[in-house]
């Protein structure tokens, strides 16, 4: 029994070294864009299109995976995706506005395989502990984004550089996790030459993309980071619209981001007193909403008090959200598939919301309406949160069997 624990511990920290490395390609650039549109004389809508582009392709290979004959294993699309990310990020150190964006676009695109692979390899490694192991991954994301945005000018400025060099430093954290993952690549591929032909993907994928509750995970998926990507894009600038300084409103956004990973950590405490996750989906919902109506309308000093429950709220959804794959999916095949299609389109999803609400802005001259609209986001995520919390499984039976189910859901580890 210990050594299965320190196999398990093992594969919990292998998840964690790569989970830290799928977002700072993204959050670092924020701190340093006004930078970096100075050195190459970017337009707004340029620089705009730099933090946005990576985003845009988080989930491009999930819409990719279905057409492929066969697919790779976790591990060799986690090594993949590092290495990509790496070459991504040192393009960007070219000087030229080109490579500058086609590094953004490679970025993106390793970013998406591994979220895409991460949710399969849970499923698989981690079948009773799907809630649990999530969650940790969640709030590893979380980590290594804020810590990316907020180290990214001070290292700067300790080593008098250029914006250069935190981009530049993202690319040995990213490495040293591919690294890390080459021998359980091997050790997958010599396994996989020597046991049955996989289910072919092309099967698995049409039978996921007919389903119902595929698609109740893929939209509640697609609105919740819609939601988040409102609050990370637009947060600073309602606060700032109220009355508030630039750097207590980048404070707020901080704040969010912090209380985020405090959500995801509560989703398998909290799924263990539900049957099943559509409590979460409801405090999802409610907890956004209200939060984003306080940090909107309520007086400015209680701002703080709001962005609590708003980012508590979001933890909440994320985790539920990645949660969902693992535990819908009847088993490993499926639940690549369904990470790729939920992620693929949910990502899409994402990316129209902050445009929407900043064209809702731009219209109006105000607040009111583009909230008013998140709100009515916040309604409609329980619409398809409802139906994907309910103990049902993609690609099987509609009434599994109660121990499988009891067991996936609760995030329970033994003693």
């Known amino acids: 029994m210990t050594g299965r624990r320190a196999g398990l511990a093992g594969s919990l920290l292998m998840i964690v070294i790569v989970a830290v490395n799928l977002r700072p390609a993204l959050a670092a650039v924020g701190p340093l864009l006004t930078e970096i549109s100075d050195a190459f004389h970017l337009s707004g809508t340029a620089a705009g299109a730099l933090t946005t582009l990576p985003l845009v392709f988080f989930g491009s290979y999930g819409l990719v995976a279905p057409f492929l004959r066969r697919t790779p294993n976790g591990e060799t699309l986690l090594v993949s995706a590092m290495a990509l990310l790496v070459a991504g990020l040192l393009l960007r150190l070219l000087d030229a506005p080109f490579p500058l964006f086609a590094g953004s676009l490679v970025a993106g695109i390793a970013i998406s395989i591994g979220n895409i692979a991460m949710p399969t390899i849970i499923k698989r490694d981690h079948p009773s502990r799907i809630t649990t192991v999530t969650a940790i991954y969640t709030v590893a994301v979380t980590v290594g984004a804020s810590l990316s945005s ?35 690549a091997r050790r ?10 996989p289910t072919a993907p092309r099967g698995v994928a049409a039978l996921v993309w007919r389903s119902g509750l595929a698609w109740h995970v893929t939209v509640f998926m697609g609105l919740q980071s819609l939601l988040a990507y409102v609050s990370l894009g637009w947060l600073p600038t309602i606060c700032q619209s109220r009355g508030m300084d630039a750097a207590p409103a980048g404070y707020v956004l901080a704040l969010s981001a912090a209380l985020q990973a405090v959500g995801a950590l509560a989703v398998p405490v909290l799924a263990r007193r539900t049957r099943d996750q559509r409590p979460l989906v409801v405090a999802t919902a409610a907890l956004t909403a209200i939060g984003f109506a306080g940090v909107t309308w309520a007086p400015i000093g209680s701002v703080w008090g709001w962005t609590v429950i708003l980012g508590f709220g979001q933890g909440l959804g994320f985790a539920t959200a990645l949660s969902f794959i693992g535990l819908r999916a009847h088993d490993a095949d499926v639940a690549a598939q369904l990470s790729g299609m939920a992620q693929g389109i949910g990502y899409v999803i994402a990316a129209l919301g902050p445009l929407a609400i900043g064209a809702l802005h731009d219209a109006t001259g105000g607040w009111t309406v583009p909230m008013i609209g998140v709100l009515a986001i916040c309604a409609a995520l329980n619409v398809p949160g409802l139906s994907a919390g309910r103990l049902r499984f993609v690609g099987a039976p509609a009434e599994p069997a109660a121990q499988g189910v009891n067991s996936g859901i609760s995030g329970h580890i033994p003693n």
């Open 188 to 197: 997958a591929a010599h396994a996989a030459r020597s046991a049955p032909a």
């Open 150 to 184: 907020g180290l990214a000018v001070p290292v700067e400025h300790l080593f008098d550089a250029t914006w250069r060099l935190p981009v530049g430093l993202l690319a040995v954290p990213a490495a040293l996790a591919g690294l890390l993952w080459v021998p359980r």
